[in-house]
C-alpha cells in the first residue's frame, strides 16, 4: 500500500475522497527497558516504519473507523465512547477520541482510514503509532494545531492506561510524537525533560530483528512485572525517601537489596536500578561514537532482562544468541515490552546481508519460525503528510 492506495481505498468505503493525510511512526528503543514506568532514563528512537492515515471532517456526530491492516470496520456515535471487546483495534482511536473530547478539545465526528506497515504484535509500538495518529488528527482538524505534542503524548498514555487497560508507561507515546531523524531521545521518565543524541553509529547499522511471535501486550505479564516493583518501592522506602525504583542508585541498592526477602522481587528491583544506570553509559558510548561498548552494554541489558526481570523467551534469546555468534554483530538486545516480539543488533555496515541469511537460518532451525529483519531509517515524529493525489 502506499499513499495513492490508501486514498483510493478511502475513497471506495467512504463514497468520496479524504483529502488529509498523516503519518504516525512506530520506535525502537535503544536502552532502558521496563523502567519508564519506574521513573528510569529511556532511550527510544522513532523508525521510519509506522501508520499512515487518511481523514476527513464530518458534519455529524459520527466516527467511522476503517483499516487497511484489519477488516473490522467500527461506527460509533462521539457520544458513546465506551470499551468494546468487538470493536477490536477500534478502541485505540475510541479511547483517544474519548479522553481528548474528555479534557474539553474540539472534536466531532470523522471518517478515518488507517494503514500501518508495522507488523502488529511485533513490540514496535503499533498501539502508540495509531494513537498519536488519531491524536494529531484531532489536533490538526479541530484545534489548529494548537495542542502540544506532550498534551496528545498524555492523553494518548491515558487512553493505553484506562481504555485498553495496558499500564504502560509514557516511553513509547513520546518517542512516537517526538522522534527526530538520525537521533535518538533521551527522556528523563520522571521530569520528563528530554534531550536528542545523535545516532554516531559509525560504520554500524542497527538492525530490526523480529521474532514473529506476537508479543500481547494484555495478556502479557507486563501489568504484573509493573505490581511486583511497587512491591520493591514499598519495601525500599523504608530505607531511602523515594517516589520510584530509579531514585536509587546502584550503590545504594547495593546496601538495601538484602531487606527484600523475596528473592524474584529483588530480581526485578536490581534490574530496574542497574538498567537506569546503563542508559547513562549507554549514552555516553553513543555520544562519543564507541560503536563496540555500546554493543556491550546491550548485551548486559538483554541479561538482566532475561535472567532478573524474566521478560524475553525462547524466541528472543534464540535470536539475540544469533545474532552474537555472528562475527560482525557487536551487541544485541531484545526492545520493548519483551514477551515475543523484536531485538536490535549492531552489524558492520558490509556484513548486514551475510548477518541477515546465517541468523535467520540459525533461527529457523532451533525455533522452526521465520525472522523477519527490517533496515530501518531513524526518523521524524508524528506529522500531516502533502499528498498530491
Ligand atoms: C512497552 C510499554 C512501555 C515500556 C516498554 C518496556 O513498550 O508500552 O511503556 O514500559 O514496554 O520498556
Not at 475510541?94 to 502488529?120: A, Q, R, T
Not at 508479543?215 to 522506602?237: F, G, P, Q, V
Request: charged share 25%.
Amino acid at each position: 500500500m502506499n499513499l495513492s492506495n490508501l486514498a483510493e481505498k478511502f475513497y471506495d468505503i467512504y463514497g468520496y475522497k479524504g483529502k488529509k493525510f498523516f503519518f504516525s511512526p512506530s520506535r525502537i528503543n535503544l536502552i532502558g527497558e521496563h523502567i519508564d514506568y519506574n521513573g528510569g532514563y529511556v532511550l527510544p528512537c522513532a523508525i521510519e516504519l509506522g501508520t499512515y492515515g487518511c481523514v476527513q471532517k464530518r458534519d455529524d456526530n459520527l466516527i467511522r473507523l476503517a483499516s487497511g491492516n484489519f477488516d473490522l470496520r467500527v461506527e460509533t456515535d462521539i457520544n458513546d465512547l465506551r470499551y468494546e471487546a468487538k470493536h477490536g483495534w477500534g478502541n485505540y482511536p475510541k479511547g483517544v477520541i474519548h479522553f481528548m473530547k474528555e479534557s474539553g478539545y474540539g472534536v466531532s465526528g470523522m471518517d478515518i482510514l488507517v494503514w500501518g506497515n508495522i507488523p502488529n504484535g511485533a513490540g514496535l509500538s503499533s498501539s502508540a503509532s495509531l494513537e498519536l495518529l488519531i491524536a494529531e488528527m484531532i489536533n490538526n482538524l479541530f484545534n489548529d494545531g494548537q495542542i502540544s505534542k506532550l498534551e496528545l503524548v498524555k492523553h494518548c498514555q491515558k487512553a493505553e492506561n484506562d481504555f485498553i487497560g495496558v499500564k504502560c508507561g509514557i516511553m513509547d507515546q513520546f518517542a512516537v510524537a517526538m522522534g527526530k531523524a538520525n537521533k535518538a531521545i533521551l527522556l528523563d521518565c520522571n521530569s520528563l525533560d528530554s534531550k536528542y543524541i545523535s545516532m554516531n553509529l559509525k560504520d554500524y547499522k542497527l538492525i530490526i530483528m523480529n521474532t514473529n511471535k506476537r508479543r500481547e501486550l494484555n495478556s502479557s505479564k507486563y501489568n504484573e512485572r509493573r505490581s511486583e516493583c511497587e512491591e520493591a518501592l514499598d519495601i525500599l522506602k523504608k530505607y531511602k525517601d523515594i517516589n520510584n525504583l530509579c531514585q536509587i542508585t546502584v550503590e545504594e541498592y547495593e546496601k538495601i537489596e538484602k531487606y527484600i526477602d523475596k528473592k524474584e522481587i529483588a530480581n526485578r528491583a536490581h534490574h530496574v536500578i542497574y538498567e537506569n544506570q546503563r542508559v547513562g553509559e549507554a549514552c555516553k558510548f553513543l555520544e562519543g561514537g564507541h560503536v563496540s561498548k555500546l554493543g556491550q552494554v546491550f548485551v548486559e541489558s538483554h541479561n538482566s532482562l532475561r535472567d532478573l526481570y524474566e521478560v524475553t523467551g525462547i524466541e528472543l534469546d534464540t535470536l539475540v544468541e544469533s545474532a552474537l555468534e555472528h562475527g560482525e554483530c557487536i551487541g544485541a538486545r531484545m526492545t520493548g515490552a519483551g514477551f515475543g516480539g523484536c531485538a536490535i543488533a549492531l552489524v558492520k555496515n558490509t556484513a548486514v546481508d551475510d548477518f541477515m541469511n546465517k541468523v535467520g537460518d540459525k533461527y529457523k532451525r532451533k525455533v522452526g519460525k521465520e525472522a523477519d529483519f527490517y533496515l530501518t531509517d531513524i526518523g521524524d515524529g508524528i506529522r500531516e503528510i502533502d499528498a498530491i493525489i
